[in-house]
């Protein structure tokens, strides 16, 4: 069974501009989260999304945001670019949301701001 | 709120030594725990988790972990690591209430010594 995947896998977007990132879950899978990983801040919750609702959101400005289509695949979107958004964004899927299962991950997307 | 502690930053042993990683954390009710490692410029890979049952989990890659209530703990532990151990090493944390929202500790650095 193919594993996550996340495309692309490196971008390097300037200040100010927006970048969009994909996810596609394990098939079958019907619960998508994503987190960011720096060095600073560790690993952070952005949002999970199941049946095409945002169920949870952590506490990150509007200029991140997502969605999820009916194939459970999922983009996030990062608006006006600023240097601190550069991080490794990891995204994971699971069967449903909230069951006992592991959440399987992706090899992520690292952004560079520059 | 969700949170988890991993108090060392960096974890070293001599190949063929036991291996242990410690983890502590916080959540309202039942916690479902996890632990993850990556490897440089890879995602997070699963290894086990606890949801419920025996306070010996035992996961992938002979690794184990004990769930302690009453020290609101969850250590990694192997008996005997390999310099392919080497990696970073997450303990995750969400509650049993219908999310799937982790809450991760900053990560330990695991280094085997030949």
């Known amino acids: 069974k193919a594993g996550v995947t996340q495309t692309p896998r490196y971008l390097i977007k300037t200040r100010g501009q927006q970048v969009t990132l994909s996810c596609s879950p394990i098939?079958?899978?019907?619960?998508v989260s994503w987190y960011q990983q720096t060095p600073g801040q560790g690993l952070q919750f952005l949002f999970e999304?199941?049946?095409?609702?945002?169920?949870n959101k952590g506490n990150f400005p509007g200029r991140f945001s997502g969605r999820q289509f009916s194939n459970s695949r999922s983009e996030m979107n990062v608006s006006t670019l600023e240097l601190g958004d550069s991080a490794l964004y990891l995204c994971?899927?699971?069967?449903?949301?909230?069951?006992?299962?592991?959440?399987?991950f992706g090899p992520g997307t690292r952004l560079t701001v520059t | 709120a969700q949170s988890v502690a991993q108090p060392e930053d960096q974890v070293n042993v001599a190949e063929g030594n036991p291996l242990t990683v410690k983890c502590t954390y916080s959540?309202?009710?039942?916690?479902?725990l996890f632990w993850y490692v990556q490897y440089p410029n890879r995602g997070l890979q699963f290894l086990l988790k606890?949801?419920?049952?025996?306070?010996l989990v035992k996961g992938s890659y002979g690794f184990e972990a004990e769930f302690n209530k009453s020290q609101t703990s969850f250590h990694l532990k192997k008996p005997s690591a390999l310099v392919s151990d080497s990696a970073l090493y997450f303990c995750?944390?969400?509650?049993?209430?219908?999310?799937?929202?982790?809450?991760f500790g900053k990560g330990n650095q695991v280094v085997v010594i030949p």
């Open positions: 994971a899927s699971s069967l449903e949301a909230g069951d006992r299962e592991e959440q399987y």
């Open positions: 098939s079958g899978h019907r619960s």
């Open positions: 999304y199941f049946s095409e609702t945002q169920r």
């Open positions: 959540v309202s009710g039942n916690p479902y």
């Open positions: 606890y949801i419920t049952g025996d306070n």
């Open positions: 995750a944390v969400r509650n049993a209430y219908g999310n799937n929202r982790l809450a």
